[in-house]
């Protein structure tokens, strides 16, 4: 399968700054999404995003499929932005994904 | 509109009994996959079946099995269950399977 090795594992923040999560994954692929686990185990899905930039508030991501690797943007970081956040991957026909292992990201107030 | 519901939330079982987790999509979604989280392996693909039919399988013993009924809803069913297999386990839908993907609150399965 795909290897999908995100960074950095550990993040802490304060309340207001930015931060920046890489994804780089190990072979093309056409399906990419970024997800945040809360505390509470639920995974909520940010971006779709195999290619091409997006944004969605606070949150925006990057993803360059030709270099193989995908960028999330948190602005403004606020306490409820804590959790892991997982970059996941397909390639083209499959709709399995594979997960990299997270950024465990904490801000504090 | 309804997001995916899983039940139950938490189960505790022993070895060697069997299990079924139960899994609603949203409305309209024929996709439903089904993932394993642990902290050893990550998340980690188990099937995913499609207007009843499995189209996937990830990499797991076949005491795994699952099944799709005409309304989409979907069960996964673990025999014979193992130390091992204590996780979370999610589920998620989507309307055709490859594209954005909507994750349950999961079931939280303890094996002692």
């Known amino acids: 399968g795909i290897q999908v090795e995100q960074s950095p594992p550990d993040l802490i923040l304060q309340e207001g700054a930015n931060s920046t999560l890489r994804c780089n994954f190990s072979?093309?692929?056409?399906?990419l999404q970024w997800f945040h686990q809360n505390p509470w185990g639920q995974l909520i899905n940010l971006f779709y995003?195999?290619?091409g930039t997006k944004q969605n508030g606070r949150l925006s991501a990057t993803t360059v499929a030709t270099e193989r690797y995908s960028l999330l943007y948190i602005s403004s970081s606020q306490t409820t932005d804590s959790g892991v956040y997982f970059c996941?991957?397909?390639?083209?026909?499959?709709?399995?994904?594979?997960f990299g292992t997270g950024t465990r990201l904490t801000v504090i107030p | 509109k309804a997001g995916v519901t899983q039940t139950p939330r938490y189960l505790i079982k022993t070895r060697g009994q069997q299990v079924t987790l139960s899994c609603s999509p949203i409305s309209g979604h024929r996709s439903v996959s089904w993932y394993q989280q642990t902290p050893g392996q990550g998340l980690q693909f188990l099937f995913e079946?499609?207007?009843?039919?499995?189209?996937n399988k990830g990499n797991f013993p076949g005491r795994f099995s699952g099944r799709q009924f005409s309304n989409s809803r979907s069960e996964m069913n673990v025999s014979t269950l193992e130390l091992g297999d204590s996780a979370l386990y999610l589920c998620?839908?989507?309307?055709?399977?490859?594209?954005?993907?909507?994750f349950g609150s999961g079931t939280q399965l303890s094996v002692l």
């Open positions: 072979d093309s692929v056409n399906n």
């Open positions: 079946y499609f207007s009843e039919t499995q189209r």
């Open positions: 998620a839908s989507s309307s055709t399977g490859f594209e954005k993907l909507f």
């Open positions: 996941a991957v397909g390639q083209t026909g499959a709709n399995n994904l594979f």
């Open positions: 995003i195999p290619s």
